[in-house]
């Protein structure tokens, strides 16, 4: 019993901010890893930032310096600040957490359905 929300998405344009948040919710011991995908239109899905729960970071080469994650703890919540928005950041953007339901268990990766992200020029 996990869900995972994403919220934040929106229309900005070129040059503007957004900041998603993802918030983790249900019956689980632990959160290994947060973090955002996205799915632009004829493209894969790919990754644009991960955050562990011990601190480390990793974000896709085209949006460092622009975007960065980060985690509340205590409400299970990731965020992913975007600033300096491109258009070719337009896609879907979804969040996911790797949740261990039990101590020594494995962890396993769930998804919320994801924002749609546009940035006009």
């Known amino acids: 019993q996990v869900q995972v929300v994403e919220s934040g998405g929106g229309l900005v344009q070129a040059g503007g901010s957004l900041r998603l948040s993802c918030a983790a919710s249900?019956?689980?011991?632990?959160?290994?890893?947060m973090g955002w995908y996205r799915q632009a239109p004829g493209m894969q899905r790919e990754l644009v930032a991960q955050?562990?729960?011990?601190?480390?970071?990793n974000y896709k080469d085209s949006v460092k310096g622009r975007f960065t994650i980060s985690r509340d703890n205590a409400e299970n919540t990731v965020y992913l600040q975007m600033n300096s928005l491109k258009p070719e950041d337009t896609a879907v953007y979804y969040c996911?957490?790797?949740?261990?339901?039990?101590?020594?268990?494995?962890?396993?990766?769930?998804w919320g359905r994801g924002t749609q992200v546009t940035v006009s020029s």
């Open positions: 996911h957490a790797d949740l261990q339901t039990r101590g020594g268990g494995p962890s396993y990766r769930h």
């Open positions: 249900g019956n689980f011991f632990t959160i290994n890893v």
């Open positions: 955050l562990t729960n011990g601190g480390t970071t």
